[in-house]
Structures are given as C-alpha cells and as structure tokens.
C-alpha cells in the first residue's frame, strides 16, 4: 500500500471515527410528527371502513403504504438536513444511520411478507411486531440521537407487547392497535427531537 493509500485509509478511518460519536441532526421534528399525524388518519379512515379496514391482506397493505410514504417523508428531509448540519461527512453520517435502521427494516418486510403470504390467520401479530421492532431501533439509536429517544422507544416496546396480548385475545388487529402507539410515539419523538435541536441552537 503506497502511502497516499495508507493516508487516505487512515482519513476514512478517522471519518468514521467521528461520525460515530457525533448526533446524527438529520431528522426533522416536523416530518417526524407528520408521519404521527399521517398513522392517526389512516387508522381513523380504517375504522370507518375505508383504507382496507374490513379486510386483514388490505390492513397490512395500507399500513405498509403507509411507513413506505413516511420513511419517505423522514428520508428526503434526512438528505438535506444532513448535507446542511453535517458538512464534511453527510454521507457517512447516512450510511452509519441506514446500517442502523436497514436490518430492522429487513426483519419487519421478511416477517410481513412471510406471515401474509403462507400464514395470514395470523396477520394479527403484525402491529405489535412492528411496534417492538420500533423499539428496538429506539434503543439502539440511543448513541447516535439524543438520549432521550429511550422513553419514546419504550413507549413502543410497552405498546408492542400490550398490542400482542391484547391481539391475541381476539385473533384480529384493529385499526387503532396501530394508530394509538404510532401517533403517539411518533409525536414524542418530535418532542424530543425539537428540544435537542433547541439545545443545540443555545451552544
């Protein structure tokens, strides 16, 4: 390895170093809040019969139309925010983030498609797998976000778990089993996003 090599490795070395002690500003509280807002209608639009709200293939594909438009939502704002916030090292700052969030993403599509396509009697363990999947990602954020994000992440492993139990009494997921722990969780991420940014402001 020539030197220029060895310099060059070492950068990307030290790049990577501080991009994994640094607080990953990309996400927006307002996007953040908006795909909360986004969870409570579609739920609200499910118990009144519209947005596959009667039908279980229909209820897992609206919900995954759904985190499809609000990982959207989240994502596109991520780019500029980081590109804006985090001059220097944007990309690694991404992709240290997607390698986070990607194998829980993984595990909720495979688990979807798996439980829709060869077992959809039960499509109700979905919403509290989802959510405990959530909850997950929370907590192991917590060194890239600010610390706070473990209480809403708790939130979603309590709701998780309430939503199997109480799931599993009935054999069927409803539509506020998604809407309830989404828009509220959702929100206090916001919350807490916001305020960290405010602290971040006064230094």
Known sequence: MSEIDHALSQLAFIQDRMAASTRFRGLAPVAVAGTGVLAAAVAAAQSLGFAGGHDA?????????TAVAAAGLIGVEALDRARRLHAGMPDTMLAGTLR???PFGAVGAVATLVIVQSAPQVIWILPGLWQLLIALIGFSAAG????????PAGWYFLCGTATLLIAARSLSATP???GVPFGIGQILVAVILHRAGG?????
Do not use: Q
């Not at 293939?57 to 139309?65: A, C, K, N, P």
């Not at 890239?144 to 209480?151: D, N, Q, R, S, Y």
């Open 100 to 102: 986070l969030l990607l």
């Open 199 to 203: 602290r971040d402001g006064r230094r």
């Open 57 to 65: 293939i229909g209820f897992v594909l609206s919900w995954t139309v």
């Open 144 to 151: 890239t976000l600010p610390k706070a994000i473990m209480w």
């Open 176 to 178: 506020w089993m998604m």
